[in-house]
C-alpha cells in the first residue's frame, strides 16, 4: 500500500521532486479516502487540516450561490492536488470540494507539509509555484465572467476540453464527446441550462461547431479560438 501511495505523490507537481525518503515518510502518514459521485469531500467555511492528492476520478471546487447554483472554480484530476491553500493562511477551506465521479483521494496533515517547507527549501518554492498558479487561474476566471459573453466563455471551455480530452480531425478539426450536462457546463462558464442550450445552437449557427447527439465537432480551431477571445 505504501508502495502505491508513492507513486500517486510522484505524479504531483507538487511532491513529485522529493527525494524518495521523504516520499516513503509521506506515505506512511497519508489516509486514503474513497468518495462515491457528488460526495462532499469537505465544504467552503471549515476548517482545514491539510491537503488532498487525488489518485484517481476527479474533483470540482465550486463555490454556491444563495439561490443554490454553482460555481465551479476548477476541477482536478489524478495527479493533483487540492486544498493546498489554507494549509499556508491558516484560513478555512475557500471552495466546497464534491467527487465528479467514484474518486480515491490521500490526507496529508498540514502539520506534516509544514515540516516539509522547513527540510526542504526545493518543496517550498514548488508550493509557491502550485498556488501562483492557482491564483492566475481565478484571476482569468474573473475575467471570463466580468469581460466575455456566455457565448464565447462557452467557445473557450469547448477548445479547452476538446485540447486536453478530444482528438483531432482532419485540417484544424477536433472532435470531442461531451460526458457533462449542459446543466454541469453551465456551472463552469457562470451560467445556467436554457442559456448554455442556446449558446450551443448559436455556435453552430455560426458555423463554428457541428452537434451530433453528445459529439460536437470544433470545424475550426482557430476560427472559435479567435471567437471566443471577443
Known amino acids: 500500500m505504501v508502495t502505491e501511495k508513492v507513486k500517486a505523490l510522484k505524479q504531483t507537481a507538487l511532491f513529485g521532486d522529493l527525494p524518495e525518503s521523504e516520499l516513503s515518510d509521506l506515505a506512511e502518514r497519508a489516509f486514503e479516502k474513497r468518495l462515491k459521485r457528488d460526495e462532499i469531500l469537505f465544504s467552503a ?3 482545514s487540516q491539510g491537503l488532498f492528492v487525488i489518485i484517481s476520478g476527479s474533483l470540482r471546487a465550486f463555490r454556491e450561490g444563495v439561490d443554490g447554483r454553482e460555481q465551479v472554480v476548477h476541477v482536478e484530476r489524478a495527479g493533483a492536488t487540492i486544498a493546498e491553500l489554507p494549509v499556508f493562511d491558516e484560513g478555512p ?3 466546497t470540494v464534491a467527487a465528479e465521479e467514484d474518486s480515491v483521494v490521500l490526507f496529508i496533515d498540514k502539520r506534516v507539509i509544514r515540516s ?8 517550498a518554492l514548488s508550493a509557491l509555484k502550485l498556488l501562483a498558479g492557482r491564483l492566475r487561474k481565478c484571476a482569468e476566471l474573473v475575467e471570463a465572467l ?5 457565448d464565447q466563455r462557452l467557445a473557450r471551455w469547448l477548445l479547452n476540453e476538446a485540447r486536453s480530452r478530444g482528438k483531432r480531425l482532419a485540417g484544424k478539426s477536433l472532435e470531442i464527446n461531451l460526458v457533462l450536462t449542459n446543466q454541469q457546463i453551465a456551472a463552469r462558464i ?14 453552430q449557427q455560426n458555423d463554428l461547431i457541428v452537434i ?13 479560438d479567435f471567437y471566443s477571445a471577443g
Open 212 to 224: 451530433e447527439g453528445r459529439k460536437i465537432i470544433i470545424t475550426d480551431e482557430d476560427a472559435l
Open 146 to 150: 466580468s469581460l466575455r459573453e456566455v
Open 45 to 47: 467555511g471549515e476548517i
Open 116 to 123: 516539509l517547507c522547513d527540510k526542504q527549501p526545493a518543496f
Open 190 to 203: 457562470g451560467s445556467v441550462r436554457e442559456v448554455v442550450s442556446r449558446a450551443l445552437n448559436r455556435l
Open 93 to 95: 477551506y475557500p471552495s
